[in-house]
């Protein structure tokens, strides 16, 4: 949160480093996101567990396009190494990048259904600085909704590239 706007959040320029990641990538429902990523999460942790790849960072998404009633996304685990192709099952896990260049970040406090309060403020924030939004962002699930139970305490980092 910002001292100058209470309640907004402070949103920071970054530069980004290509990081490897394994992920589900599919086409989903906006109301079936929640059952996707408890199915991506886990298949994609065995695969990995699989592979003894380390995780190098909390569970994500990543948005393709603008959603609409349905959503691009691709969810996973950022990885320490590369992930090679996992076998077969119903669910497929691909290896993934988050790409490097320039973006901004926030940190999101509060329920998932007000996320967009953040991208809209990061949007601002993009347009008095004279950049475009990238096709593609992402989150950063850093607080387990199974642990904290209460929606007002959740931390989300969102990143959004610059096109």
């Given at each position: 949160?910002?001292?100058?706007?209470?309640g907004m959040p402070?949103?920071?320029?970054?530069q980004?480093?290509?990081?490897?990641t394994?992920?589900?990538?599919e086409?989903?429902?906006m109301?079936?996101?929640?059952?996707?990523?408890?199915?991506?999460?886990?298949t994609?942790?065995?695969a990995?567990q699989?592979q003894?790849?380390?995780?190098?960072?909390?569970p994500?998404?990543l948005y393709?396009?603008?959603?609409?009633d349905v959503?691009?996304?691709e969810?996973g685990?950022p990885?320490?190494?590369p992930f090679?192709h996992a076998?077969?099952?119903?669910?497929?896990?691909?290896a993934?990048?988050?790409?490097s260049?320039?973006?901004?970040?926030?940190?999101?406090?509060?329920p998932?259904?007000s996320l967009?309060q953040?991208?809209g403020?990061?949007v601002?924030?993009m347009q008095e600085?004279g950049?475009?939004?990238?096709d593609?962002m992402?989150e950063y699930?850093?607080?387990?909704p199974?642990?904290e139970p209460d929606?007002a305490k959740w931390?989300t980092?969102?990143?959004?590239?610059v096109?």
């Open positions: 949160m910002t001292e100058a706007n209470p402070d949103i920071k320029p970054a980004l480093k290509e990081q490897p394994a992920v589900v990538r086409t989903v429902p109301q079936a996101l929640r059952d996707f990523f408890g199915r991506a999460f886990g994609v942790m065995g990995v699989e003894h790849v380390q995780l190098a960072g909390p994500f998404a393709r396009g603008m959603p609409t959503v691009d996304v969810a685990f990885l320490a190494a090679t076998g077969g099952g119903a669910t497929k896990v691909v993934g990048t988050l790409p260049g320039r973006a901004y970040e926030a940190m999101h406090v509060g998932y259904e967009q953040t991208y403020a990061i601002a924030r600085d950049e475009s939004p990238g593609a992402w699930y850093l607080t387990d199974g642990v929606p931390q980092l969102v990143v959004w590239p096109a």
